[in-house]
């Protein structure tokens, strides 16, 4: 690269001949010449792409261009899809090839749907979001305990690669034991062999979230929620080194402070430690009767609840159905 200080514009000397003689491209020394603008407004965008689809991460493109409007930013589509893909968004909805695995990974079955989780280490799971800094991303992957909704073990990265994701799940193996059932989406870093073996060789049984279920893993997509309206939001971080220490800050907080709804106002350690208070369960029913999945405790009132409701639904619809069949014996 010392050859391309030879060149110099201002000389007799054609330009083409400087390159000829020094042995170096002329498209590298017109590149030079034209340094690429920072796309400012591409970065205001997607700060508000970002903002607006962690409160609502099942608007695709289109709501994002209606919303972008209200904000001010008169945006196309296509534009909208470049930025949305360039943050690896997507809408929660069901659609062409939104969320593509591996084509050489396997896939395993999701199998939380219905289950009760009453104890801590019965569940984990995993996911990987970003988070923008001053210039560019970067890629936080965690794991949790459904019971207690306590954060075992964290890593941030500025690439996508699989090995920050093995290493948190095996700092998450290494300091909790192992659990009887390890959840994660169909995402590469998850498939792939480095991180499935880890969990085989643990003796761990894998789920792996269905396509266009969103609320597979509703516990994880909530921390995300949490992390970046209380604090990535509030405390903007311009780097890796003030990222890794807010980070390090709140999950301290969440842990051992934050009081959770769910957990009766108690926190995750102390549920997880003391092994009562918490539990989690998927409810296998999107009707109308019962509304979309929820998050549930497993411990106290809250499943008994659910169990009541569901059986005097079902006794509703015998009812019914024996009322009719009676009606329609007694008019033939």
């Known amino acids: 690269m010392m050859r391309r200080t030879w060149i110099d514009k201002g000389d007799t000397v054609a330009l083409t001949w400087q390159c000829a003689l020094a042995g170096v491209s002329r498209s590298a020394v017109y590149a030079r010449q034209k ?36 904000c001010g930013h008169c945006v196309n589509r296509k534009r909208a899809q470049r930025l949305m893909r360039s943050l690896g968004l997507a809408g929660m909805a069901p659609g062409p090839n939104t969320s593509r695995a591996h084509p050489k990974h396997k896939v395993y079955p999701y199998l939380l749907r219905g289950v009760a989780v009453v104890k801590p280490n ?28 306590r954060v075992l073990s964290w890593r941030i990265s500025n690439s996508m690669e699989a090995v920050f994701c093995v290493d948190c799940l095996e700092d998450a193996l290494r300091f909790y034991g192992k659990p009887e059932v390890f959840n994660t989406d169909q995402g590469s870093q998850f498939t792939s062999d480095a991180f499935t073996g880890v969990l085989k060789r643990a003796g761990v049984t894998i789920s792996m979230d269905g396509r266009g279920r969103a609320f597979d893993n509703i ?31 709140y999950f301290a907080f969440y842990n051992g402070e934050r009081p959770h709804q769910a957990l009766r106002n108690l926190t995750p350690d102390v549920v997880h430690q003391r092994a009562q208070g918490g539990g989690a369960m998927i409810v296998d029913n999107y009707g109308a009767a019962q509304g979309l999945p929820i998050a549930l405790r497993s411990t106290g009132t809250a499943f008994d609840e659910v169990r009541l409701e569901k059986t005097e639904i079902s006794k509703a619809k015998n009812r019914g159905s024996a009322v009719q069949l009676f009606v329609q014996s007694g008019a033939t």
Not at 63 to 70: A, D, T
Not at 122 to 149: C, H, K, M, N, P
Not at 226 to 246: A, Q
Request: charged share 30%; hydrophobic share 40%.
């Open 35 to 70: 340094p690429k603008p920072i796309a400012l407004d591409d970065e205001v965008l997607k700060r508000l792409i970002d903002e607006e689809y962690t409160r609502h991460p099942f608007y695709g493109s289109r709501k994002m261009v209606v919303y972008l409007g209200r």
């Open 219 to 249: 516990f994880v997509e909530r921390l995300w929620r949490s992390v970046k309206h209380e604090d990535v939001y509030l405390n903007f971080h311009s780097s890796m080194g003030e990222l890794l220490i807010g980070l390090t800050k």
């Open 122 to 149: 019965q569940v984990w799971s995993t996911d990987i979001t970003y988070i923008r800094l001053e210039r560019g991303f970067a890629y936080l992957v965690a794991v949790i305990d459904w019971y207690s909704r």
